[in-house]
């Protein structure tokens, strides 16, 4: 798996400090994030990706319920058109909604039998969200060099501190 819109689009916004870093935040850095993923970046493409974002964050958090994504679900069909070798499945996605509707397909797509496969980084300082690959779909952050390594130095910190206290 490589980036998708979905991990992009939920990393598109940090807040650090009194900081904010918006890729979207502005109307034609939008448009231009939104060319970039394979969209058209027109003025409801921005809307919609700035609408689900909104939705995406707080419920892949565990913040919001899953109803928050309905709406993108509901933009969402398909018909089936006969062909030569049968039937043809065609998605059809209400084009205001469709930037939300390609995210909530590409969160579907990365729900599994060990739970989803897309999650926030585990450090509690950390606002990024990974897409887990790994085998056991086990990992934590989403950048050892930074988030784990991070988390590790302050646990090893802590019990040699406690160690030394006990002495």
């Known amino acids: 798996m490589s980036a998708s819109l979905l991990l992009d689009l939920v990393n598109s916004r940090l807040v650090i400090g009194d900081e904010v870093h918006d890729e979207l935040g502005d109307d034609a850095a939008a448009s231009a994030w939104l060319r970039v993923h394979g969209a058209l970046g027109s003025p409801a493409e ?78 509690h300082d950390c606002q990024h969200f990974l897409i887990d690959e790994s085998r056991a779909n086990a990992r934590k952050w989403h950048s050892m060099e930074t988030c784990g390594n991070r988390v590790k130095a302050r646990r090893h910190y802590a019990k040699s501190k406690l160690a030394v206290a006990e002495e």
């Open 46 to 123: 921005v809307a919609d990706a700035r609408a689900v974002r909104a939705a995406l964050v707080p419920f892949l958090r565990g913040e919001a319920a899953a109803a928050a994504l309905e709406p993108w679900a509901d933009a969402m069909r398909k018909r089936a058109r006969v062909g030569a070798s049968g039937l043809e499945w065609i998605d059809e996605v209400d084009p205001e909604r469709a930037i939300g509707a390609r995210a909530v397909g590409e969160w579907s797509a990365l729900q599994g039998d060990q739970g989803s496969r897309i999650r926030p980084c585990a450090a």
